[in-house]
């Protein structure tokens, strides 16, 4: 069974620009939610969907976003970057009531 | 509001020895508790859950937590480690009846296996 994929792994970007990360869940699984990990702050909870719908947001300002498509597929969008930004961004799908999150291996974002 | 604490930010053992990372939570409500493990270069993997029931809950690898509610701690062991054991470990906590998708990380334990 393929586990969670993210795409791109690295890239970089420059402040001002946006960014769209991509998760693919674990066939099966209809909840997605995204964490953003720094040295700093540690992992943070941005979101989760579920269906299609934001079920649970974090403490992050409106330039975080994100989406699920029918096939649970998942974006997160992150307009006007700034250099606080940089960080490995996380991607995790669970089944309902499982108890347990699979984490794909992140997208690490750099802004210069 | 959930917060977890991770009381050491790096824990040193030599391989076979005993080890244990340490967790405590704060929460006004009813809590489930994780432990996640982060090797280099890769996402979280969970090595085990508390969710209801036995207090001492068992997960792979070897490794083992005990709920205290009374403590609010949920302390990581394991009788004997392994140089494989080389990783970050984090504790976590969700809101019960929210599920497990919303979490609250502590800061994590960097545990180094010496041989």
């Known amino acids: 069974k393929a586990g969670v994929t993210q795409t791109p792994r690295y890239l970089i970007k420059t402040r001002g620009q946006q960014v769209t990360l991509s998760c693919s869940p674990i066939s099966g699984h209809r909840s997605v939610s995204w964490y953003q990990q720094t040295p700093g702050q540690g992992l943070q909870f941005l979101f989760e969907?579920?269906?299609?719908?934001?079920?649970n947001k974090g403490n992050f300002p409106g330039r975080f976003s994100g989406r699920q498509f029918s096939n649970s597929r998942s974006e997160m969008n992150v307009s006007t970057l700034e250099l606080g930004d940089s960080a490995l961004y996380l991607c995790?799908?669970?089944?309902?009531?499982?108890?347990?999150?699979?984490f794909g291996e992140g997208s690490r974002l750099t802004v210069l | 509001a959930q917060s977890v604490t991770q009381l050491d930010s790096q824990v040193p053992v030599f391989e076979e020895a005993p080890v244990e990372l340490r967790c405590n939570y704060s929460s006004s409500v009813s809590v489930y508790l994780f432990w996640y493990v982060q090797y280099p270069n890769q996402g979280l993997q969970l090595l085990l859950k508390y969710l209801s029931g036995s207090t001492l809950v068992k997960g792979i690898n070897g490794f083992e937590a005990e709920f205290n509610k009374s403590q609010t701690s949920f302390h990581l062991r394991k009788p004997s480690v392994h140089i494989s054991d080389t990783a970050e470990y984090f504790c976590a906590v969700s809101e019960e009846g929210q599920g497990a998708q919303k979490l609250v990380f502590g800061q994590g334990t960097r545990l180094t296996i010496n041989p």
């Open positions: 969907y579920f269906s299609e719908t934001q079920r």
């Open positions: 995790a799908s669970s089944l309902e009531f499982s108890g347990e999150l699979f």
